[in-house]
């Protein structure tokens, strides 16, 4: 048996510019078995994670189920309680957004001391980050709460806000009514003018620019010409 030349690898071993990653892990054993080990750590963390955080937020829809129940049957105060629970143990869950607009408007039907409650909730609830139809939500139920306390100012301010947040035109020319109308009661009748003339300007073709145009006339104003849906082809 001939000996292999000087420029041919032995039979088995890896070719030139390849490693032996067979004899490799023979040598670093130790060390692929700790980045295997945390490899897999990771993932069984992530893993618990994934399914903590949807297990918390099946449970907090269970939760805001039951409270629109009891809200739905009339049973306020409970309706009321449920949700500050549910809140407060599902924090950062949709259900627990969508909680708080509906604590808000539990509270603002139960009226008295609940007002104010309502009020300063979602004052507090709009500082923070959320999807922008729980916010539009939320600044329209906080004005409606400024103006059950007479403060038709900061009122007509919650309900421009909800007309810039939220994606839907038919809720932005509602909240700008909403303006309006609590424009018109502190008695700012340009202000109130231009609240309606935005709604039929931006909305001119969704029902509520007749509104708009009555509300103008009952003010001065001097209302544009309908506007009319676009027929296919021009």
Do not use: C
């Not at 039979?11 to 078995?33: N, V």
């Not at 739905?72 to 549910?86: H, N």
């Not at 909240?175 to 609240?195: E, H, V």
């Amino acid at each position: 048996m001939t000996a292999p030349t000087g420029g041919q690898a032995p039979t088995g071993a890896a070719p030139s510019g390849e490693r032996d990653w067979g004899q490799w892990f023979k040598e670093h054993s130790r060390e692929a078995l700790f980045v295997i080990g945390g490899a897999v750590v990771v993932a069984a963390g992530v893993w618990l994670y994934v399914t903590s955080e949807a297990r918390k937020q099946a449970f907090a829809e269970q939760a805001l189920n039951k409270a629109r129940g009891d809200a739905e049957a009339g049973d306020l105060p409970l309706a009321g309680y449920d949700l500050t629970q549910m809140i407060d143990r599902y924090a950062g869950t949709k259900a627990a957004d969508e909680g708080a607009v509906l604590l808000g408007e539990v509270r603002l039907i139960q009226g008295g001391t609940q007002v104010d409650a309502a009020v300063k909730g979602l004052q507090a609830f709009v500082e923070k980050r959320h999807p922008d139809y729980i916010l539009g939500a939320a600044w329209s139920l906080l004005g409606g709460g400024l103006e059950q306390e007479g403060k038709f100012r900061d009122a007509a301010a919650a309900y421009r806000k909800a007309e810039t947040v939220i994606p839907y035109d038919f809720l932005k020319a509602q909240y700008l009514l909403d303006a309006g109308r609590t424009l018109a009661l502190a008695g700012d009748s340009a202000a109130a003018r231009a609240s309606y003339g935005e709604v039929l300007e931006k909305f001119g073709t969704l029902n509520q620019a007749a509104e708009a145009r009555v509300r103008l006339g009952e003010l001065g104003g001097t209302a544009p010409a309908p506007k009319t849906e676009p027929t296919p082809g021009d």
